[in-house]
């Protein structure tokens, strides 16, 4: 059989539903719905990858993808993408765009993808590539994802895809009732993926699931000052 970027994918999905079930107990499901598994088989993930990735676009691993940033594993980018249960009239929001290819497993699932993306370089590649590819539901803006995009909110569901050492406020400002956030909430040396949710109160509670490890969300919101970071 010629071994076709198709049936590498396959594999992929095969591997990653395998690993959903080895790890059910931490994500609760046992299984990945199967549009989440349509979608997973529906984008070419070769197409987000640096030309010399492209043999390794279909291992279950994250990869370079320049600028010091990376593309998540498959088994990460699924299983987030289910915690957010999305259906097709949603509106979601993306922090971190990095290759643009989360965004465009989601745009398969939901009715637009808002992502922030910090490196222009990227956000701008990842634009360009979306665009070749037809994902014409995805909405790229440079900037600082800890603020998330006001204009567009609420959102059904928010997606980080950067280490983050609190969840942004803004971004629980910008998530609707009865909505759901997945983020990765640690330091830059490890993180758990938490699920976060706002019922129709507007309370909120958070889950911790699994642990990972995500390149840092970056931006001057984050250090920490104190009395002795003043001018002497
Ligand atoms: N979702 C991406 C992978 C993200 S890697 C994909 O599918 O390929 C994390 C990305 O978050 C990197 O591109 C990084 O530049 C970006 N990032 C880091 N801090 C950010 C911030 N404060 N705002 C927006 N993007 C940020």
Not at 20 to 38: E, G, P
Not at 41 to 59: G, I, K, N, S
Not at 133 to 147: K, S
């Amino acid at each position: 059989m010629e071994i076709t970027f198709e049936n590498k994918r396959k594999r992929m999905v095969d591997e990653i539903r395998e690993e959903v079930t080895y790890t059910r107990h931490m994500i609760h499901r046992d299984t990945l719905s199967q549009r989440v598994i349509d979608a997973m088989m529906a984008v070419p993930r070769h197409e987000f990858v640096p030309p010399d990735m492209q043999t390794y676009a279909y291992a279950n691993e994250p990869l370079p993808i320049g600028n010091g940033q990376t593309i998540s594993q498959p088994y990460i980018v699924a299983i987030m993408t289910e915690l957010l249960e999305p259906e097709s009239h949603h509106i979601v929001l993306e922090a971190g765009t990095g290759s643009g290819y989360q965004a465009a497993v989601l745009s398969q699932l939901v009715k637009t993808v808002y992502t922030v993306e910090t490196i222009a370089a990227l956000g701008e590649e990842a634009a360009r590539r979306l665009q070749k590819l037809g994902y014409d539901n995805v909405v790229i803006r440079t900037g600082d994802a800890w603020f998330g995009w006001p204009e567009h909110a609420p959102y059904d569901s928010i997606i980080v895809t950067a280490a983050a050492p609190m969840i942004p406020p803004p971004l629980i400002d910008q998530l609707k009732r009865g909505g759901r956030m997945v983020v990765p909430l640690g330091s830059r040396f490890g993180q758990d993926l938490v699920l976060l949710r706002k019922d129709m109160d507007g309370k909120i509670t958070t889950e911790v699931l699994l642990p990972v490890a995500f390149v840092p969300l970056t931006g001057d919101h984050l250090t920490p000052r104190t009395p002795d970071d003043s001018p002497r």
